[in-house]
T-cell receptor, first 109, second 115 residues
């Protein structure tokens, strides 16, 4: 079967750095996406990786290792508004997105 | 309209009733999707459409139907609602042309309660 694993919840301090991990086992791989979802709102697109390595977008970076079935989202200079759930999703061989259950990130002052 | 809209925002429905959730996008995206999101579970795909006139079944299609008569609209119908269909429903779309452009963009969601 297909599976995406993420930690259920993480806590970090304002101004710090946090790394959210995602491991996946899917039938085929055609890209990995990270989304942010604030409570009661829709998911919003953050980043996309299809090749191994690091993609940086401002305070957010995403890393991919296809051979290890592993990705992480790195958030720097954490702000209170970063409190949200972070969803990892992999596009499989049928080009459908398989979603993880999400990691709830709690930021403390 | 800017992006994707969904209606209604929320609804309480009696079991056995028929209900259509509406979704409209103005981005001229080819692909559209319906998901449900339940606490502790990832988004689960109900139905999708890669282009107007075509539809496909996702992971959890039973009890739901869709149509795609044109590019902009993708309604989801519950023929006879059951309590297990209580969920938050998200409509999404993507340009589907490859790479990062296949990122999906979501509507605000419909919170449905079936009693």
């Amino acid at each position: 079967g297909q599976n995406i694993d993420q930690p259920t919840e993480m806590t970090a301090t304002e101004g710090a750095i946090v790394q959210i991990n995602c491991t996946y086992q899917t039938s085929g791989f055609n890209g990995l996406f990270w989304y942010q979802q604030h409570a009661g709102e829709a998911p919003t697109f953050l980043s996309y990786n299809v090749l191994d390595g690091l993609e940086e977008k401002g305070r957010f970076s995403s890393f991919l290792s296809r051979s290890k079935g592993y990705s992480y989202l790195l958030l720097k200079e954490l702000q209170m508004k970063d409190s949200a759930s972070y969803l990892c999703a992999v596009k499989d061989s049928n080009y459908q997105l398989i979603w993880g259950a999400g990691t709830k990130l709690i930021i403390k002052p | 309209i800017a992006g994707i809209t969904q209606a209604p925002t929320s609804q309480i429905l009696a079991a056995g009733r028929r209900m259509t959730l509406r979704c409209t996008q103005d981005m001229r995206h080819n692909a559209m999707y319906w998901y449900r999101q339940d606490l502790g579970l990832g988004l689960r795909l109900i139905h999708y459409s890669n282009t107007a006139g075509t539809t496909g079944k996702g992971e959890v299609p039973d009890g739901y139907s869709v149509s795609r008569a044109n590019t902009d609209d993708f309604p989801l119908t519950l023929a006879s609602a059951v309590p297990s269909q209580t969920s938050v429903y998200f409509c999404a779309s993507s340009s589907g042309t490859g790479g990062e452009s296949t990122a999906q963009y979501f509507g605000p969601g419909t919170r449905l309660t079936v009693l």
